[in-house]
């Protein structure tokens, strides 16, 4: 599976949206964008994760480039609950999860 | 609906002694299964995977090792920790075939003093 690139932290406001990037400029035709989340001292979350469509779910979008090679995970309104690190990740239809490589993510700061 | 247990939430163990950390799925049959070590502030490095019963696939070599006794038990092992085997310990199980998202068990402090 492909790496991806994503910034080390963000700062975000309460209320406000949040935008999230992440490069992934090998992707292959077959790789899906998962993104999953991780609050502190837990263990990570599936958010969401989508192929070439823009993606909706109660918990966040996901907007991905035309041409593939970049998404941003949306967060339509921030709340303190979260900040967290936020993991962008591409998994192969055909390749299972223990192919996975996970980086250290985005660091979402919420400020009250 | 299904649910992973993890347990305990923090040890802390003596350099030398054996570790022994458990994880359960509940409401899912053939599950796969992982060990995964997460050092401070990085992202998550597999250690251990399975697909059934008895088989065991290692991705990094190191002192630590993994059993699955029972279709949804898994168990993380070692005879005698190192330093550098602290870290946080989480458990995940995923769909054998279709839908395939991780789903993750709280995790273990461990602390090797």
């Known amino acids: 599976d492909a790496k991806t690139t994503q910034p080390n932290s963000m700062e975000s406001n309460e209320e406000e949206p949040v935008h999230l990037p992440c490069n992934h400029s090998t992707i292959s035709g077959t790789d899906y964008i998962h993104w999953y989340r991780q609050l502190p001292s837990q263990g990570p979350e599936y958010v969401i994760h989508?192929?070439?469509?823009?993606v909706n779910n109660r918990m966040a979008s996901l907007a991905i480039a035309e041409d593939r090679k970049s998404s941003t995970l949306i967060l339509h309104r921030a709340t303190l609950r979260d900040a967290a690190v936020y993991y962008c990740?591409?998994?192969?239809?055909?390749?299972?999860?223990?192919?996975?490589?996970w980086g250290a993510g985005t660091k979402l700061i919420i400020k009250p | 609906s299904q649910t992973i247990h993890q347990w305990p939430a923090t040890l802390v163990q003596p350099v030398g002694s054996p570790l022994s950390l458990e994880c359960t799925v509940e409401g899912t049959s053939n599950p796969n299964l992982y060990w995964y070590r997460q050092a401070a502030g990085r992202g998550l490095q597999l250690l251990f995977y399975s697909v059934g019963i008895g088989q065991i696939s290692s991705e990094v070599p190191q002192n630590l090792s993994a059993s699955r006794p029972q279709d949804r038990q898994f168990i993380l092992s070692s005879k005698k920790l190192l330093l550098s085997d602290s870290g946080f310990y989480l458990c995940?199980?995923?769909?054998?075939?279709?839908?395939?998202?991780?789903?993750f068990g709280s995790g273990t402090q461990l602390s090797v003093l």
């Open positions: 990740i591409l998994r192969d239809r055909w390749n299972s999860n223990y192919q996975l490589i």
């Open positions: 989508g192929l070439t469509s823009n």
């Open positions: 995940a199980w995923s769909p054998g075939t279709g839908n395939r998202k991780l789903f």
